[in-house]
């Protein structure tokens, strides 16, 4: 450890033996490139709603594993490894599922109704 | 190589023989993957976070008509420039090619560079034309946590990038250089792919 501290001007570094092949990082890029265009072409054909986000989100994920997989080389590593990495996206998904009954049981400002009633109490004087 | 072998010649001095290493000979990268899996869950709460917020308000805006998208799609382009150079960067310090590693990591800070710079743009945008400010609306006040949360990361991650540049410029080599490239090269492309998941929830949907 102290030897790993030491400085050593000038030693230039010498090459290390790789375990896998190196990915070819300009054919994801490329990959990377075309997804996130046609992330803009499906967001300006101005499609309905529900398919716009199931294909953004969908697109956005493909990114996502692919910079995951070969950028941060999760595919070349141990696969515990890339279960700790996925964890995140499970308790997140477990985040907004149970955040789903407060948004159905509790409606901020979603309902006529409920702007009608909030603009009343706060024009009405109070008693 | 077996796994007895393995464990062999990366254990350091007084490791339980029979422990499996995740990362074997760079135990750096499993702190970094560790404080990645960390950080992973606070900008997935950040994010759901707003997902509720805006789901729950019928008043909220359309992005498109504040943000601008065009604009944001290069930024999304220029950091995934920027991954690429960092990579690439890696692979020239793991094949012992120093002047392809200042150069590579030379592009990914200045990757970096060029995306801060246009989100200050965008924020001085936003604050000083189109009056908004973190207490403005439910959107400006997620929309700024949010981007300027990611934005200190990359800010963080240029530090971070340059400070290694410096060092192979000056020469110091302290160790396991590539290693230290590699675990880097972890945290920048974290950022890229939380940026990716911004760029589309945030500014796309």
Same mark, same amino acid.
């Given at each position: 450890?102290?030897?790993?501290? $030491? ?29 996130? %265009? ?32 070969? #950028?941060?080389?999760?595919? &070349? ?19 907004? #599922? ?12 979603? &309902? ?5 009633? $909030?603009?009343? %109490? ?6 | 190589?077996?796994? *007895? ?14 422990? /499996? ?28 976070? !707003? ?26 382009? /220029? ?19 120093? *002047? ?20 200050? !743009? ?37 530090? !971070? ?19 230290? /490239?590699?675990? *880097? ?5 974290? /950022? ?14």
């Amino acid at each position: 450890m102290a030897q790993e501290a $030491t400085a050593r001007h000038g030693d230039a570094p010498t090459p290390i033996a790789m375990d896998h092949p190196e990915p070819n990082y300009l054919a994801v890029f490329i990959y990377l490139t075309i997804l996130t %265009a046609l992330e803009l072409v499906v967001y300006y054909m101005h499609l309905p709603k529900t398919p716009m986000i199931a294909l953004l989100v969908a697109l956005a994920w493909a990114k996502a594993v692919l910079v995951a997989m070969y #950028f941060m080389h999760l595919a &070349t590593e141990k696969r515990t490894l890339a279960v700790i990495a996925v964890v995140p996206i499970l308790l997140v998904s477990f985040a907004c #599922f149970m955040l789903l009954p407060d948004l159905t049981s509790r409606p901020w400002a979603s &309902t006529p109704m409920h702007q009608q009633v $909030t603009a009343e %109490a706060h024009t009405s004087p109070e008693e | 190589m077996s796994e *007895a072998a393995a464990i062999e010649s990366h254990a350091p001095a007084g490791m339980d023989r029979t422990e /499996v290493q995740l990362t074997p000979g760079n135990t750096g990268k499993l702190g970094m993957w560790i404080f990645l899996v960390g950080d992973a869950m606070t900008f997935g709460a950040a994010i759901a976070a !707003y997902g509720a917020l805006r789901i729950g308000n019928v008043n909220w805006p359309r992005p498109a008509d504040i943000l601008g998208i065009d604009t944001t799609a290069f930024m999304t382009f /220029v950091l995934i420039c920027s991954s690429l150079t960092m990579v690439k960067a890696l692979s020239g310090i793991q094949h012992g090619n120093v *002047a392809q590693l200042k150069k590579y990591l030379a592009l990914t800070v200045l990757g970096g560079l060029i995306f801060l710079g246009m989100q200050a !743009y965008e924020w001085t945008m936003l604050i000083g034309y189109e009056g908004l400010s973190i207490k403005t609306s439910l959107f400006s006040a997620t929309f700024f946590a949010l981007t300027g949360f990611h934005g200190m990361h990359v800010f963080g991650g240029v530090c !971070y990038n340059g400070t290694i540049l410096a060092n192979a410029i000056r020469g110091y080599w302290p160790g396991a250089n590539a290693k230290i /490239v590699e675990i *880097a090269g972890l945290y920048w492309h974290f /950022v890229d792919l939380v940026w990716i998941l911004i760029f589309t929830f945030v500014y796309l949907i």
